[in-house]
Every structure is written in structure tokens, then in C-alpha cells.
């Protein structure tokens, strides 16, 4: 009697269990808990890496990106930093499985990559590191990161050489290998890595810090599954996707159907094309018919323009919710190999910034002409990237500075651009503190001012940028990379046309040297290094 009272009670227990996990599976509330806890997993990576990195470029200016993706590698959760970096993330996780497969990879495994050509998508100095999240046994999610890392080799201190035709050239390829295998560091590929940078340590200590990121993010995963259940994160992530697409959808559906056109010079005279193809079901855009691939260090990957894309069509679709794979289900980007949007083989990709963020301004041109009154006018379009390798004039330790530069953003149909921001793709960075600059590095920073110049004018103008001034105590080797730094800034709606960035060392004895783009340029004691950059469009005529 009291074993079948018993038995009736454990199937009870058991089929109030069951329904009970039902409830959470459908339930849209824990659905919702499960998401805003991905996205507070990506943030946490994000703060767990600006704490524990070495470097300056990762902990003060804050170049990188972290993200959450699903065991296949599409985005669920992004974490602050730039955006197109996050963009690169589920790129080096679908060529991780798509390289490992997926059920050769095991709990414990940790990948590292930075080469364009297996899932790196950017260039040799940007590392993704992704750590498979496993539960029940079973692949789940991936956690991972990308970070700048000052040197991985190369022809020149900083890893950013402009005299180069192949990518062997540029530094240390790491193309998707494994860097941990169950739980424990591979010490071969350590010391490999190790080796082919100038600054070791500092590598050493990025390399970890992402890492630990990971794991953090992978023990915050399997707390969610464990407390709601793996049916219920699954349920959590399919809906998220779903929600990102509506919402993309419902913002394709504000854009005038229709096809449109530009073609704009670039400063070597090259003529790159766009067409953008908008209808109620797809964002389409052709970048077929540009340049061929170079064998210099202006090319992007297939991927990196499919980012700039992604950031196009976010910005006029949605820009207020954090991107997951769903966000981008109604976006087509047409590339045609062995063009500089899709470069192929051996080519050098040292500067694809320069390439990728031109793209990004040239597609928001397109889209500003046939809704002036929705999109402001250019912005100054350059990272501006400028590197400073020496050793300390005090300490004789090796040092790399790598600073982006800030300028003018353009103006809208309601108000002035903004002064001195990073570029409209580089996102959450911030400038090196001249504190920063001067005790780690030994390099005095004269001035850092907003321009006085006037260009920009409208009825709105557009904001103003930076006029900086570095001059190093000890002998240094500089590299650098302006673009826009021979045709201005475009103004909209009938506003004046902006400024144009540049570089120029002051020698000693008054010689002025300008540049665009230069690497392993000597700079001595006593010489200056000058920055200018853009001020930002103007929108609609002068009053």
C-alpha cells in the first residue's frame, strides 16, 4: 500500500516536473531572463578583458570586441567595443567548425586566429580567440574575443608595414589553430606566437586576458542552462534570432524601395562602384565591378565587406537593439573574387581598415542622397591609425604605441556634427590619456586641440576635428595609415565639403615632411610628429 502510495506520488512529482519545464521552455519571461544574461555575459567578457589586459591599445583605448555565438557560430550576444570587430567574431567561428568540424572538438579545446584567409577576416594584428562552451556533452556556444595586439612580427615594429606585396610579410599567421586541448595550453603554439613578436610579454599577457574572458563568459552559459535547462537556452537564443529579424524587417520596410548608385574617386585616383537594391523582403548590395586586388596593404576580405554592410544596414534598420545573427537574415552583399572587396590568395591586408571603413562612408553617401533628411553628411572616414615603436628613453624597455585618431563627424538636417570622435564604424574606443602616452612610452604630447579651421560650413556645420602634436625623447620608428587625405570630406543637402586628415614630421633643423601612408619612418629626439584630421560635412546651404 505505501509502495503504491509512494509510486503515485514520485509520478506526481514527476509529471509536475515535466510540466513545469514546459512552462519554462515556452515561457516568454524566461526567455527574456535567459537573453538580458547573454548579453550581461558579453559585457562581463568585455570588462574582464579592459582589466587584465598589458597593453594601453586594449585596456585604454579599448580595441576590441566580444561576443557570444551558437555551437554553429551565428551571433547571439554582442558585448561593447568596436562594432565591426563584434561583426568579425561569428565569421572565425563558423571557420573554426567549418575547418575542426564540430564533432572533433571537445570540451577543454580553445582556438586562436588572426588570418584573414581562416576566419580572421581583418589583419594579422587582430586575434579572435573562441572557447566552445559545452553542456551535457555537447557543444552549445562559443565565447569569443578580438583583440588588437601590438606585434606579431613582420617587416616593422607595430606589425604595419605599407612596403609589402604578399601577407608573409606582414607578421605571424595563426590560422585557426588549436591553442588549448583538454583544459591545458598547447606550449608549442605558445612559444611559437612568443617568438615571433617584438614584445613577448605583452602578447603573453593580451593572449591571457582573453582567455580569461572567455571562460568567464562559458561559466555564465552553463549557470543559465543549469538553472532553466538546456531546451529553455535553446528556446531563448531561436526567439532572440527571431526578434532580431523582425525588428530588421520592420526598419527595411522605412527605406524608399528602389536601386541606388555611386561611384566616388579615391585618393590614388581609383573609382570604386556600389549599388544598393532595397525591396520589401531584401537590402541588397553590389560591389561587383571594383578594383582588382593590390599587392599592398589596402585590401579587405570577402567578410570585411560583408561587414561594412552589416553596418550600413544596421544603422538604418536598427540601431538601438544589440545585433544577433536574425538582424542581418534580409542583407545580401554581392562580391566578386580577387577584387579589393574580396581579396583572395596571398594579399596583403596590413591596412584593410582604411579599405573597409571607405566603403562603409562611400555606402552611407549612397544612401544619404536619397534620404538627406534622415542621415547626416560624411564624417572624417579614417582611423587615422599612427604607431610610435621605440624603446623608452628612461627604462630602454621596447615599447609600441598604436593610437587611432579622432576628427570631425558631419552634421544633420537638425543640428551641428559632432567634435573629435572616432570614426562612425570604430565605435566604443577611446583615446590613449596623454598621462598614458608620456609615462609609458616617453613620448610628450605638445597639444591636443579641436582644428580652427573652417571647413564644413552649412546651415548646419559639421564638427571639428583634431590637430595633435607627439614628439618622441627617444629615437622611434613611425607607421601610419590616413585615408580622405587628398579628397575632403562630402557635405549633403547642399553643405560645404569638409577637411582632409594628415600626418607630417618637423625635423630638427624645420624640414617639414607630409605623409598619407608611411612605415618605417626613423623619427629622432627633437623631431615633431604632426596630426591634423578632418572636420566633419556640412548640411544644407549657408545662410
Known sequence: MSGRTEGGATGRRATYLERAISKLIDD?????????????????????????????IIYEVLDVGTGITDERGELVNSGAGIPTFVGVLDKAVKKIVELTELDDIREGDCFVTNDPYYGGVTHLNDVVIALPVFAGGECIAWAASIAHWNDVGGRTPGSMAVDVSEIFQEG???????????????????????????????????????VAASRKAEMRIRQLV????????????????????RRSRAGLGTIPPGTYSIEEEQDDGAVW?????????????????NPKQRSAPYNTSRDGAVISGQ????????????????????????????????????????????????????????????????????????????????????T??????????????????????????YSTSHGETFNCPVEICEARYGIDVGYK?????????????????????????????????????????????GGEDGGTNGLSVIRRGGKREDHAFVSGLVVEPGDEVLIHTANGGGWGKPG
Open 28 to 56: 516568454p519571461i524566461t526567455s527574456t531572463v535567459i537573453q538580458a544574461s547573454l548579453a550581461a555575459a558579453a559585457d562581463e567578457m568585455f570588462a574582464v578583458l579592459k582589466k587584465t589586459a598589458m597593453s594601453p
Open 172 to 210: 605571424l599567421r595563426l590560422p585557426a589553430v588549436k591553442l588549448f586541448e583538454n583544459g591545458r595550453p598547447i606550449a608549442s603554439v605558445f612559444d611559437i606566437i612568443m617568438a615571433n613578436s617584438r614584445l613577448p610579454d605583452f602578447v603573453r599577457g593580451d593572449l591571457w586576458a582573453q
Open 226 to 245: 543549469e538553472t532553466y535547462g538546456l531546451e529553455a537556452y535553446r528556446t531563448a537564443v531561436k526567439t532572440l534570432f527571431d526578434e532580431g529579424e
Open 273 to 289: 562602384r556600389a549599388s544598393i537594391t532595397v525591396s520589401d523582403e531584401r537590402f541588397t548590395i553590389d560591389l561587383s565591378g
Open 311 to 394: 553596418m550600413i544596414f544596421k544603422a538604418l534598420t536598427d540601431p538601438t537593439l544589440l545585433a544577433n545573427a536574425g538582424s542581418f537574415r534580409p542583407l545580401q552583399v554581392i562580391t566578386a573574387p580577387g577584387t579589393i572587396f574580396h581579396a583572395e590568395g596571398t594579399a596583403p591586408h596590413g591596412y584593410y581598415f582604411e579599405t573597409r571603413i571607405r566603403l562603409y562612408d562611400m555606402l552611407w553617401r549612397c544612401m544619404a542622397r536619397a534620404m538627406p533628411e534622415r542621415l547626416p553628411a560624411g564624417h572624417f572616414a579614417s582611423i587615422c591609425g599612427t604607431v610610435i615603436a621605440g624603446n623608452h628613453p628612461d
Open 396 to 421: 630602454g624597455r621596447r615599447f609600441t604605441m598604436v593610437e587611432p585618431q579622432m576628427g570631425g563627424w558631419g552634421a544633420t538636417a537638425t543640428r551641428d556634427g559632432l567634435d573629435a570622435m
Open 449 to 493: 586641440r579641436l582644428n580652427e579651421s573652417g571647413e564644413g560650413h552649412g546651415l548646419h556645420s559639421g564638427g571639428k576635428g583634431l590637430s595633435v602634436s607627439y614628439r618622441p625623447r627617444g629615437r622611434a620608428v613611425l607607421s601610419a595609415g590616413y585615408s580622405r587625405n587628398r579628397l575632403p570630406v562630402w557635405g549633403s543637402a
